[in-house]
């Protein structure tokens, strides 16, 4: 956070930040899109299977609590896929998975075999595509990569209009079966989406570098070294406080909606004016942060967008009529927008390339815990005091103290300490130049054991992939 990674490509290649990268970007849209959107599309399939298994709304809510739980719980278990396998096949594997689910839960009899099918199965396959598809995007893009996080999370909301609409149609024509028997067709999709991932190729080498370069060490599978990184810590334990109240008010707007008296329809218009919101969000959100002065503070920017958004609950727990909720949703799509939009572009730009895969799956993982305790506890308090008005501040307070964290944490406890060790490394670079300089030409000579360690050494900088196995698919 105190200072930026430079991602250089693999072997000294730098992200080529278009190109072949427009294709990943588009991919990745698609599987941010399927990620975020699907777990509330299914939704729509609850009252056809409440009538068919005679159980209740809470039976059914636990498929999109186990589809949301898996793909946020399960990223340590990406990261080492992504690691040992590479992006590409763990993406072709998860998007068998995903329609594989749906397919399946088609011919399911009961609510626990859609809890496996749909949930586990279905989760775990969009998790395995979701994760790679962001890693894949942070290689091929650098200077852009601001504007291609914000185009690539564009894809949630787009997808939570379409998809939503989709399966209405799906459910009255064919039925929650058929329903779920299309939808798993179309998450063969993400396997297209895994097919463009094609893996950077580094630059074709000697015969005499090539041995050094066999005899590397291997990558480890999950890369625990990231906690040493305090920038890692405080953004992770910043992420996880704020997930427990992000999620709140879209569960619940339309519930708010209906207390006050208002027609289901008018109450389901707030989730569509908040989608629509966020679709121009996300984007404008992302070239915002890829502005000369902006990006090198985008820590800050982000810190704002939390902050905005926790201000933005604290007023909408006031709204007494519907247009207030209106209001609150135009402005909560604006600052929802904004932190899906730089989310990951901060955990990119603390990390780098190199251990990011490790670090998205470890981060993914503690905002799991969150996501499973804040709608649930914002449920029980409801049911405490029947007033949506302290579920909204609670959110909003959640939020706004994560905002604190980052900020303050970054000020405070990484920005002074970042700069010890790059004026160390800064010093000794300049004694070697020095050295160098003051050199004759016969000592200007370099030893060609020296060219071998520099070889072997170079690709470990600036978060290159030289070394991962995708690069041999």
């Known amino acids: 956070m105190g200072a930026v990674v430079a991602d250089d490509g693999p072997s000294g290649v730098k992200a080529p930040d278009g190109g072949w990268g427009w294709a990943v970007l588009f991919g990745c849209f698609i599987i941010t899109g399927f990620s975020y959107a699907f777990p509330k599309a299914v939704s729509v399939f609850f009252k056809e299977l409440i ?31 992504v690691n040992r396998f590479g992006c590409r096949p763990v993406m072709l594997v998860g998007g068998l998975f995903a329609s594989m689910g749906m397919v399946i ?19 775990l396959g969009l998790a395995l ?8 995007l942070n290689r091929y893009f650098d200077k852009r990569r601001p504007l291609a996080n914000g185009l690539s999370a564009a894809g949630s909301p787009v997808f939570l209009c ?30 297209v989406c895994g097919a463009l991932m ?5 630059p074709k080498k000697s015969e005499a570098t090539k041995e050094p370069d066999e005899k590397k060490v291997k990558k480890k599978l999950l890369d625990f070294s990231v906690f040493k990184d305090g920038g890692f810590v405080i953004y992770a ?11 709140v008010p879209p569960v619940f707007v339309v519930s708010y909606a209906k207390d006050l008296g208002y027609q289901d329809t008018k109450a389901a218009f707030l989730l569509t004016i908040l989608g629509f919101i966020d679709i121009f969000a996300r984007p404008i959100c992302g070239m915002v942060a890829g502005l000369k002065w902006v990006r090198p503070r985008c820590v800050y920017l982000f810190s704002f967008a939390m902050i905005f ?6 007023m909408g727990s006031m709204s007494v009529d519907y247009g207030g909720l209106v209001v609150f949703c135009i402005f909560f799509g604006i600052s929802y927008g904004m932190v899906g939009a730089l989310q990951f572009e901060v955990l990119m730009a603390i990390v780098g390339t190199q251990k990011f895969s490790s670090a ?3 981060v993914l993982l503690a905002e799991a815990m969150a996501v499973l305790i804040g709608p649930p506890s914002a449920g029980k308090l409801l049911d405490a005091t029947g007033r949506y008005m302290f579920v909204f501040i609670i959110a909003g307070i959640e939020v706004t103290t994560s905002a604190l964290v980052l900020a303050l944490g970054n000020f405070f406890c990484i920005k002074k300490k970042s700069e010890e060790p790059h004026t160390k490394e800064e010093a000794a670079e300049r004694e070697e130049l020095n050295k160098s300089e003051n050199k004759s030409p016969e000592d200007a000579k370099v030893d060609s054991i020296e060219v071998e360690q520099f070889l072997k050494d170079e690709p470990e900088k600036n978060g290159e992939v030289v070394t991962n196995p995708e690069t041999c698919v």
């Open 360 to 362: 998205i799956g470890l």
């Open 51 to 81: 009538r068919e298994f005679g159980i209740g709304y809470s039976d059914t809510a636990w498929i999109s609590s186990i589809l949301l739980a898996m793909l946020y719980g399960t990223g340590p278990l990406c990261s080492v896929c």
């Open 198 to 202: 094609r893996p950077l190729e580094p």
């Open 105 to 123: 839960a088609s011919f399911c009899t009961s609510i626990v075999q859609i809890y496996l099918t749909a949930g586990v199965i279905t989760g």
């Open 162 to 191: 379409a998809l939503s609409p989709l399966g209405q149609i799906l459910q009255h024509e064919y039925g929650w079966r058929g329903g779920f028997l299309i939808l798993g067709g179309m998450l063969l999709n993400c396997c």
């Open 309 to 314: 958004n926790g201000f933005t609950d604290l």
């Open 129 to 136: 595509n979701f994760q790679p598809s962001l890693i894949m």
């Open 237 to 247: 334990l910043a992420a996880s406080i704020m997930v427990l109240g992000l999620f």
